[in-house]
């Protein structure tokens, strides 16, 4: 059988196609780079209308990556579509706090979800840049510590996907005023979130 | 703010709202259980289209998980993506062989992409149950080795995502006389194809 086996080639061509596919927009070129690897990972023309990206939301990610940061997943999936080389060349490391023993100790302790007690914890340790992909109950939880001036966060991605809180916790994560990109709606997931950590890394290190 | 904190809770009424959105349907309870956990993980009612499950496809799956199987996958993301507390309860493992070192070292010797490497080691070690959710080189390279008696695959999740060779890559795989199951056209992902996995282990252990 005769078929493309460069994975770059295979990148570069689905691009094109993209390009040639999506119709007329008024993306920037570094929002362009987002928007297509988004539809690169999702085969979904429809993110082309679901994402949101701040004003200033690219900048303030480059520059917090460009100092070297530690990025919050919200699930193992995302941290697992994060690029290990680009995060090395950054000098940044992804960490699911959800899957930390001291993370378990606290939610059994205090009676909350793993998933709320990984965000206060990624708060609490001073965490900046903030990636949720599944779970509604974790940006709400954020949403909670930030008016609360217990978070901080200086970068977020908001793309829990789902039929329950998944839409009302991005509607509710775009009042906060922080740098952020957003898929609106019900759609998103762990691999939307993970490639627009790469469409952001692969502008200044790849 | 008032929400759902109860992963379970939530779960159960998405699949709920599901239900009442998808219309009109032919599938059994069982086939079902997959399509909607396929919605469930994309918000995207299009796959109750593009999914197709081979008569037999469940059965044979099941028949893999009871007895205790390593699943290969082509991507850690699918890997990550795959429960581990029911993979441990059927005796069953999930493995990356493209992240092995072993792997490595055969793509650089014989000049060839680690993806399809690491399928050629993976049916060299006898492994009979294969999910791709990305990669559409190595779905081509399991249908070579099948083709050549050098695989004997007894379930397969074909879901690669993309521009170039996805769809095909499909096409391709169902010519194959073995249980399956695909997501047709371009779109699909290691989500989808992890959610798959755990659709079927949840019929027999959660």
Redesign the interface.
Known sequence: ?D?????MD?EE??FE??GEEMGPHNFSDRELKIVKRVI?????FQYKDLIYIREGAIDSALEILKKGTTIYTDT??A???INKAALKKLNSKVECFVAREDVSQIAKDRGI?R??AAVEKAAAEGVEFFVFGNA??AL?KL??LTKQGKANPKFIIGAP??????A??KE?IEKLDVPMITIR???????IA?CIVNALMYMIAR
Chains 1, 2 share one sequence.
């Open positions: 059988m078929y493309i086996k460069i994975p295979i061509r689905s196609i993209i690169h990972t999702t085969a979904d193992n999936m941290a697992s579509g979800t998933s709320m509604p109950t709400f949403i909670e996907v789902g039929f329950v809180g998944a009302e916790s509710e709606g019900r759609k998103g997931g762990s691999g993970a």
